[in-house]
C-alpha cells in the first residue's frame, strides 16, 4: 500500500468492483461527487436504525463505532482489544489487514468460538451483499480471527407486527459461509486491482456505460456525463442502458447515425422518430375512444405512502406501504369550478382508519375516480379494504369507478419528445402543457414525499416538521392538479 489515503475500505472495494475510475475519483477527487439528494440519505438512515435494532438479537455488547469515519484507528485498537478479552459480543468492530478496512455489524464469542454477523435491510441476499460479506470475512480471518460461521442478518418478509416489534422473529439469521469460500480468490484479485488502481498517476480512462447505474447509481455521473452531448446515444429514451452500451460498441454515437432500425421494436421506433422530428406522436382515435367513457362529475386522485422497514403499527409488515396523504380535486361538471381537498395523517399514530374515513366521504358523490398509475392507488385501497373489513364495501365501490390516465400515455396513444422516455407524471404534464407546475414545490417526485414523510417520524423541531407537512401537501396538490390539466388536454386532442 503506497499512501494512508490510498487505504481501501469494504465500500471502496465494492465501488472498484463496479468501476475502477470511480475509485480512483472518491480516492483523488472526492469533491467531484454529485451531492447526495434526502432519498439517498434516507436509505443510509434506514440501515443504520435497521443495525442498531439487530443489536438486540446479541444483547449487552460493546459498542466500538467510531466517534467520526475518520477514528477508524480508535474502533480497530478497541475491537482488538476486547477481541483479547474474549468479550461475548462486540457492535461495530472494526478490523485492519494490509491496509483494508471492513467494520462488522456483530461478532459474538460463544462457546470459545468467534461468529460474525452483517445486518441487512432488505429480504434478500443479492451477490454485492455475498461479496460484501466475503470482504469482511477475508480482512477478518487474515487479521488473525478465526470465524466458525458468518451469516447475514435480513428481514424476514412474512414478519407481522404485533403490540410491540419481536425482534427474533422480524429478522432471520442465514449463514453465507459457503457463499463467501467460493469468492475469496476474486476478492484477492480485486484488492490486488484496487492498489494497483490507485498506484496510477492518473484516473483510468472508463467509458460511461450501464455500469454507471448497476449494481448502484455512481455518484461521480455529473462529472463523468457532463461533457455528452444531448444527441448522444446516452440520451436516447426508451432504450435500456445494456442497449445502449451494445448500440456504442458498434462504433455509433450519435442519434441520428441510427439508420437500421430493424433491431428496435415499434416502441422504440416511434420514440426515435419524434426525437428526429421534434413532434409529437399522437393516435387521435385511441385517444377519442378512451376519453368517451370518462363523464363529469369527476374525481382527480393522488396518493403517498411511505414504507417503512421496520414496522411501526400493530398488523402492518416490513415495508408495506402506509398512506399519509391524499389530494382529491373535484370537478361537478364541465361549467362548475374545480374544488380542492386533501388530508394528511399526523405524525405518531396510526391514522389510516382516519385516512379511509376522509377518502370515503370526500368521494360518496357519483363520479369517476382519475388517477395517474391505478396499480398505486388500488393497491393502497385494497390493503385499507383487508386492514378496515368494516369499510371493505365502500372501499371497493371507489376501486370500480378509478379509471387511470396513464393509460393513453404508457399504450403510446401520444408521446412528446419533451418526456426524453419517461411515462411519469411529472414528465407527461410538462411535455404537455409546456411548463412545469412543480418548478415551486420543494418535494420533487414520490419517492422524495416519501422519503420526507418518513424523517418526520424521527424529527423533534415541530416548525420543521409542520414546514415539511405543508411542503408534502402542497406537492401532492400540484400532481392532482396536473392531472386535471392533462386530461382537459386529453380532451382537445380528441376533438381537433
Ligand atoms: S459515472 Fe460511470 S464511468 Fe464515471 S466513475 Fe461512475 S461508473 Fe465510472
Redesign the pocket.
Given at each position: 500500500m503506497s499512501s494512508k489515503k490510498n487505504n481501501l475500505s469494504k465500500s471502496t472495494l465494492i465501488r472498484s468492483m463496479?468501476?475502477?475510475?470511480?475509485?480512483?475519483?472518491y480516492k483523488n477527487s472526492y469533491h467531484l461527487r454529485d451531492k447526495a439528494g434526502i432519498t439517498q440519505q434516507q436509505r443510509f438512515d434506514r440501515g443504520h436504525r435497521v443495525g442498531k435494532l439487530a443489536h438486540q438479537l446479541f444483547p449487552n455488547g460493546k459498542d466500538c463505532s467510531p466517534p467520526n469515519p475518520f477514528s477508524y484507528d480508535e474502533s480497530i485498537a478497541a475491537t482488538k482489544l476486547l477481541i483479547q478479552q474474549r468479550y461475548p459480543v462486540i457492535y461495530e468492530a472494526a478490523f485492519k489487514h494490509n491496509g483494508v478496512l471492513a467494520a462488522l455489524d456483530i461478532i459474538e464469542f460463544r462457546d470459545g468460538k468467534f461468529y460474525a454477523y452483517e445486518v441487512k435491510s432488505s429480504f434478500r441476499i443479492s451477490n454485492t451483499y455475498l461479496l460484501d460479506a466475503a470482504i469482511q470475512y477475508y480482512i477478518i480471518t487474515q487479521s488473525g480471527i478465526p470465524l466458525e460461521d458468518f451469516s447475514l442478518v435480513t428481514i424476514n418478509n412474512e414478519y407481522v407486527m404485533t403490540e410491540t416489534l419481536e425482534v427474533n422473529t422480524f429478522f432471520k439469521k442465514t449463514s453465507v459461509l459457503e457463499e463467501i469460500k467460493e469468492r475469496i480468490p476474486f476478492i484477492q484479485k480485486s484488492i490486488e486491482d484496487a492498489i494497483a488502481i490507485l498506484d496510477k498517476p492518473e484516473?483510468p480512462e472508463?467509458?460511461?456505460?450501464s455500469?454507471?447505474?448497476k449494481p448502484y447509481p455512481?455518484?461521480?455521473?455529473?462529472?463523468?456525463?457532463k461533457d455528452i452531448e444531448k444527441a448522444s446515444i446516452w440520451y436516447l429514451p426508451g432504450i435500456s442502458m445494456q442497449e445502449k452500451t451494445t448500440l456504442v460498441a458498434t462504433g455509433l454515437t450519435n442519434i441520428e447515425e441510427i439508420q437500421n432500425t430493424e433491431s428496435l421494436n415499434q416502441r422504440q421506433k416511434i420514440i426515435l422518430e419524434t426525437y428526429r422530428s421534434q413532434l409529437p406522436y399522437i393516435e387521435k382515435e385511441k385517444i377519442k375512444n378512451f376519453i368517451a367513457d370518462i363523464k363529469y362529475p369527476l374525481y382527480f386522485f393522488d396518493v403517498e405512502a411511505f414504507q417503512p422497514a421496520i414496522p411501526l403499527f400493530k398488523n402492518t409488515q416490513p415495508y408495506d406501504r402506509i398512506p399519509f396523504l391524499y389530494s382529491l380535486h373535484y370537478k361537478a361538471s364541465d361549467a362548475e369550478v374545480l374544488y380542492h381537498e386533501s388530508y394528511i395523517s399526523p405524525i405518531g399514530n396510526d391514522a389510516r382508519i382516519h385516512f379511509i374515513e376522509h377518502f370515503l366521504t370526500s368521494t360518496q358523490r357519483e363520479g369517476t375516480i382519475l388517477v395517474f398509475n391505478a396499480l398505486m392507488e388500488k393497491g393502497i385501497l385494497y390493503k385499507l379494504a383487508e386492514a378496515f373489513p368494516v369499510y371493505k364495501k365502500e372501499i371497493y365501490d371507489r376501486i370500480n369507478r378509478i379509471v387511470d390516465i396513464e393509460i393513453p400515455f404508457k399504450e403510446l396513444y401520444y408521446y412528446h419528445p419533451a418526456q426524453q422516455g419517461s411515462f411519469s407524471l411529472k414528465a407527461v404534464g410538462n411535455a404537455l402543457l409546456g411548463r412545469d407546475e412543480f418548478v415551486k414545490s420543494h418535494v420533487k417526485d414520490g419517492e422524495e414525499a416519501m422519503a420526507v414523510y418518513n424523517e418526520l417520524f424521527y424529527m423533534n423541531d415541530e416548525i420543521k416538521v409542520e414546514e415539511q407537512l405543508r411542503a408534502l401537501k402542497t406537492y401532492c396538490k400540484t400532481d392532482t392538479y396536473v392531472l386535471f390539466e392533462i386530461f382537459e388536454q386529453l380532451v382537445k386532442l380528441s376533438e381537433y
Open positions: 463496479q468501476c475502477s475510475k470511480s475509485l480512483y475519483l484516473a472508463v467509458n460511461i456505460g455500469h454507471c447505474t455512481c455518484d461521480f455521473q455529473g462529472y463523468c456525463w
